[in-house]
């Protein structure tokens, strides 16, 4: 651990713990949980608990609602971190031992030192996502007190154990009521509940996007049908726009808070670092094809299958039509210098991803947000956009296999919805009727093997 010793006048004074929304809506299950994690025993030891998911989720404001239903009555001292780097963990530490005159030259060391000498206290280290070796750097020894650790990174888990939850969009109900706070409608009539309906599942029920969409709906005076019907055009936009971030006041809009996601993976893609640098960009190439998928079911072995397809027709290729596998590469089909499915470097791809919350996985199935998705594609030049379609598509193609055994029965039919997803996305890039060889025969193939007969015979 290193600690900037300060003389006091240059450190800035502890700001006090802000309120959670008052728009906060539900989550009891994360709050009950938190209670049943924390709730004083008998046994004296450390109670530690991680919050993960992707930005915007609402972690945070569960921290703070927990904080003051039960957290003020439970513990004496509340110490809030922000955990976004060491800078600002070493900041907030100096600050609290400046507040408590804990040392006449305040440190971080000092700071922990005090507070491992205490028992009745609960220490919050929020938007953790620098990895657990950072957050154990400053962890206060011994068994007093309890730790409670919002990241978007699950490897957190190292640090908390068995005692984590992952923080998931709201239900459809939650979402409403948070939508009709937030925007401050005091109408529960079935046409304005019809359209709140609509718009929270435009939105994925994520709760900083549903704060955003009622504040501009508030400051603006719109109605619920008039901003849905913005958003389906000016999606990105409005997205995008922090003046209307909400009474949450998260610094980041609903999109930007995923965009410094992206930027912090560019960041380490160009990097030194070969190992972190080529997972960095193998997660960007799935980022990239995973926005023209279905969001769900989205397995490894399509990857896996494809670079093995591809090998063998490499040597088959012709001029009389346009390859659709022409558009596919080593680096997106995970091929090492042998020519041979690279499993450990599509991983590391997917595990850059799942730190960031920016996927989920299910056992070696993954998915994604749908709004997620949404901004994966919004976020894209329109260029880079159709050829990212294209490139999805003509995965989709090489990974099928060309044969009528039960294995492949069931590849169809994991294959067969993200084919589909993926012509819906073809039609909004506008591709046209683009046509590359054997792709649409291998596609209807997939749907003849899965049983939907009216797709194959489009």
């Known amino acids: 651990m290193t600690s900037n010793a300060s003389t006091s006048d240059q450190i800035p004074p502890l700001a006090p713990l802000r309120p959670s929304s008052v728009f906060f809506t ?7 949980a938190l209670k049943d994690h924390f709730s004083p025993k008998s046994v004296s ?3 530690i608990f991680l919050l993960y998911g992707m930005g915007g989720i609402g972690k945070t404001q569960i921290c703070l609602k927990f904080i003051e239903q039960y957290g003020k009555k439970w513990v004496s001292d509340i110490f809030w971190i922000d955990a976004s780097s060491e800078e600002t963990i070493d900041l907030c530490l100096r600050q609290i031992a ?9 440190s971080a060391e000092s700071a922990l030192q005090w507070i491992s000498d205490r028992n009745d206290w609960l220490m919050v280290f929020d938007n953790a ?3 657990y070796q950072l957050v154990e750097k400053f962890i206060p020894s011994g068994n007093g007190g309890g730790i409670l650790i919002t990241s978007r990174d ?7 154990g068995s005692h984590s939850l992952e923080v998931t969009e709201m239900g459809e109900e939650e979402a409403i009521g948070m939508l009709l706070k937030s925007a401050m409608i005091n109408d529960n009539s079935v046409n304005v509940t019809i359209a709140a309906q609509k718009l929270v599942a435009a939105l994925g029920c994520v709760p900083l996007a549903i704060d955003q969409a009622g504040a501009y709906m508030q400051l603006c005076g719109c109605e619920l049908d008039y901003y849905l019907e913005l958003f389906s055009k000016h999606r990105a936009k409005l997205m995008s726009d922090q003046e209307f971030r909400g009474a949450s006041l998260y610094k980041y809009s609903t999109y930007g808070t995923w965009e410094i996601c992206i930027e912090e993976i560019k960041h380490r893609a160009e990097g030194e670092n070969s190992a972190q640098s080529c ?12 926005a023209f998928l279905h969001q769900d079911n989205i397995s490894g072995e399509m990857f896996k299958n494809a670079a093995q397809n591809f090998m063998k027709r490499k040597g088959e290729r012709t001029n009389s039509l346009p390859q659709s596998f022409s ?12 020519e041979d499915w690279d499993a450990l470097q599509f991983q590391a791809g997917i595990k850059v991803l799942l730190s960031f919350s920016l996927i989920r996985s299910n056992g070696m199935l993954y998915s994604v947000h749908p709004l997620i998705q ?5 976020r894209l030049l329109v260029a880079n956009r159709s050829d990212c379609c294209k490139k999805s598509r003509a995965l989709l193609a090489c990974a099928v296999k060309l044969s009528y055994d039960d294995i492949n029965y069931r590849f169809c039919a994991l294959l067969a919805p993200h084919i589909k997803r993926n012509s819906e996305h073809a039609t909004q890039c506008v591709l046209g009727d683009e046509y590359y060889d054997d792709e649409n025969a291998r596609f209807a193939l997939v749907f003849d093997t899965a049983g939907d007969w009216n797709h194959a015979e489009e």
């Open 154 to 160: 699950k490897g957190l888990a190292r640090t908390s």
């Open 98 to 106: 400046q507040k408590y005159k804990v040392d006449s030259t305040p």
């Open 327 to 338: 558009l596919l590469d080593s680096k997106t089909l995970f091929l090492n210098d042998d």
């Open 45 to 47: 030891e450390r109670n």
């Open 279 to 290: 997972a960095a960009q193998s997660a960007l190439i799935l980022h990239n094809i995973f």
């Open 129 to 131: 996502d620098g990895g």
């Open 374 to 378: 949404t901004w994966s594609r919004d």
């Open 26 to 32: 539900g989550r009891d299950i994360y709050l009950q």
